[in-house]
């Protein structure tokens, strides 16, 4: 499965482990290199000296690539973005990612230092901005994904629309979870594929294990689209498992932000012991506590195509052998 992808990294699949906020680590994005995809840090809520760290443990662990995410919307960045962005070169990383704002005042400075840079679109025309802004790979991420949300549009329709306004190498994030998922991706015009949820649901992913069995268990119904985990992050969309949380809401005629049933709810703790408000943005890492299955638990509708838990490495290897198959031999089984 050669494709543009292969001309700015050298990956042997066109397999990306998306940044996945704090359920990222280093053993997680170092498997996924391991075995032949792009691995991934998010790094926008850690301290700057907590970012150099994260990314030197991992580039010491893997000779494979691992790409280094930052959001960009200053509703929820800790820093300045070019402090963060110079902490992150500085630690040597050779991909950028960039989300959920203009990547256009970053771009050289990730140029300059050696590096590649990726930006998460979600419509063509930001596509072609990325792109004559000098972004050498777009991402285009459909509104079906887990996590924060930056499209109105499905992944299936808006992927040969990017692929169409851009002559960059485009990767398709958001609804994929299995090879079919990949092929069809792939056969959209998409150089490669970025998954979330499904990487949520492996053993290398800094989660509490209630949050990963419940990616497993839920069907593609089971999440919403909603504004509601907005502390922290005010104002920007989001796709989460349907839990208690959202249920209550939902019953109390879903109030705007202020009137929320249990405002100010504490329903646990992060592994520092920070307590965690109901409505706070925080997703349940490894070592929180209390009522974990309250919080903002991200996924997409993949989580219905997400069957398991996996070692990363495995599963980067069966999407691969799963996307072969498919491509050869349409309607194949998974
Ligand atoms: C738990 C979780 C955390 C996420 N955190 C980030 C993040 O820090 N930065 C970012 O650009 N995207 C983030 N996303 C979005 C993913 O990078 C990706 O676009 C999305 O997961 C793709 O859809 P999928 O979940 O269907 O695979 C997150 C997604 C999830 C599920």
Redesign the pocket.
């Known amino acids: 499965m050669r494709t543009a992808l292969h001309d700015v990294l050298d990956v042997d699949h066109p397999i990306v482990q998306?940044?996945?906020?704090s359920?990222t680590r280093p053993g997680l994005a170092a498997a996924v290199a391991d075995d032949g995809g792009l691995g991934h840090l998010?790094v926008?809520w850690r301290s700057l000296d907590g970012t150099r760290e994260v990314i030197a443990e991992t580039l010491g662990t893997t000779d494979g690539p691992v790409a280094v995410?930052l959001?960009l919307d200053d509703r929820t960045t800790h820093h300045p973005t070019g402090e963060h962005l110079d902490a992150v070169l500085d630690a040597g990383a050779e991909f950028v990612?960039l989300?959920?704002g203009d990547p256009t005042p970053y771009v050289d400075r990730v140029h300059d230092a050696g590096a590649t840079v990726f930006a998460?679109v979600g419509t063509a025309e930001e596509a072609r901005e990325a792109a004559a802004a000098g972004v050498d790979v777009v991402?285009a991420?459909g509104w079906?994904?887990?996590?924060?949300l930056q499209s109105e549009v499905a992944t299936m329709p808006l992927v040969p629309r990017v692929v169409d306004a851009v002559d960059v190498p485009v990767v398709a994030?958001?609804?994929?979870?299995d090879g079919r998922g990949v092929a069809a991706a792939l056969a959209l015009g998409a150089d490669g594929t970025?998954?979330?949820?499904?990487f949520?649901a492996t053993e290398e992913a800094n989660v509490v294990d209630d949050y990963r069995q419940r990616v497993v268990a839920a069907g593609a119904t089971d999440t919403v689209r909603t504004d509601l985990f907005d502390e922290g992050w005010p104002g920007r969309e989001h796709r989460v498992l349907e839990n208690s949380t959202v249920e209550t809401w939902d019953a109390a005629g879903r109030p705007p932000s202020g009137e929320r049933p249990g405002e100010d709810d504490v329903v646990g703790a992060s592994p520092d012991g920070y307590p965690v408000e109901r409505y706070g943005d925080d997703?349940p890492v490894a070592g929180a506590t209390g009522d974990t299955e309250a919080w903002a638990q991200?996924?997409?509708?993949?989580a219905g195509v997400t069957e398991d838990v996996r070692p990363a490495g495995e599963v980067v290897r069966e999407l691969v052998a799963t996307a072969e198959r498919a491509l050869e031999r349409p309607g194949a089984d998974a």
């Open positions: 998306a940044p996945i906020g359920a998010a926008t995410n959001a990612s989300s959920f998460t991402v991420q079906e994904a887990g996590g924060h994030a958001g609804g994929i979870a970025w998954l979330g949820t499904r949520v997703l991200y996924a997409g509708q993949s």
